[in-house]
């Protein structure tokens, strides 16, 4: 509860200015030489000063919004990988559990890369997953963000992120793994049935990794080889 008052006048504040101004001179005059009824008629005066002034006493109840934070899940193939997946849903549940002490918070759950399509969980975008989570959130109530993630990221903003709110990251696997991509460097536009196709591919690591690795080769989702493929160089695949 808030009580205040404010005024609410009649007529505008020039038009009030300019009927009481010449009033009010007039009864100062009369107290300054002590006309008789003077004093009854700057007591009139502040009477119909009120009036028009209109006087409000207001009640408010207010209440405080609650900041919105958005907690970013990142469901893409990289995290089916390990523990991973056993990792982000333990942190979910338990960040679930730590903000929802705070009644000032409204938490707000967004997974990215969930798809059953196995081409749409390739990219991790994670900033795009949070943009659409904040997309009805005036900027006064953005409390933050948490995102559980494997660290790579496909849409991180190139320079300062447009975002002024706490970002914290919970980052799953281990410090004992380390990232590859395969980059195919010469494939055929088209195959025939039944003929072989040449291909060549290369691992690539991570801060100037050497060695070598196992590559699983699939066909139509089923293994059909594994091969060991030198970390760098371009390996042929048939």
């Known amino acids: ?41 700057f007591a009139a005066l502040l009477a119909l000063t009120a009036a028009l002034l209109n006087p409000v006493l207001l009640d408010e109840e207010r209440e405080a919004l609650k900041s919105v934070v958005a907690v970013v899940v990142d469901r893409s193939q990289s995290q089916d990988i390990g523990e991973r997946t056993r990792q982000t849903d333990e942190a979910l549940a338990g960040l679930q559990q730590r903000l929802g002490r705070f009644k000032q918070f409204d938490v707000r759950v967004v997974e990215a890369g969930k798809s059953e399509a196995a081409e749409e969980r390739t990219e991790t975008r994670l900033f795009s997953a949070l943009e659409s989570a904040f997309r009805d959130v005036p900027p006064s109530r953005i409390g933050g963000a948490v995102m559980i993630t494997d660290g790579e990221v496909h849409d991180a903003p190139g320079g300062t992120p447009d975002f002024n709110a706490p970002l914290h990251a919970l980052i799953t696997g281990n410090d004992q793994e380390k990232d590859r991509r395969i980059r195919f460097e010469n494939a055929p536009r088209f195959g025939l049935v039944g003929k072989p196709l040449e291909m060549t591919y290369r691992v690539i690591g991570t801060n100037n990794e050497a060695g070598s690795v196992d590559v699983r080769v699939s066909v139509n989702g ?17």
């Open 222 to 238: 089923e293994q059909v080889s594994v091969e060991r493929a030198a970390i760098g160089q371009a390996m042929p695949l048939q």
């Open 1 to 41: 509860m808030n009580l205040s008052l404010a005024f609410e006048p009649l007529i505008s504040w020039p038009l009030l200015g300019l009927v009481l101004a010449p009033l009010l001179l007039l009864a100062l005059v009369g107290l300054w030489f002590r006309q008789r009824g003077a004093v009854f008629r």
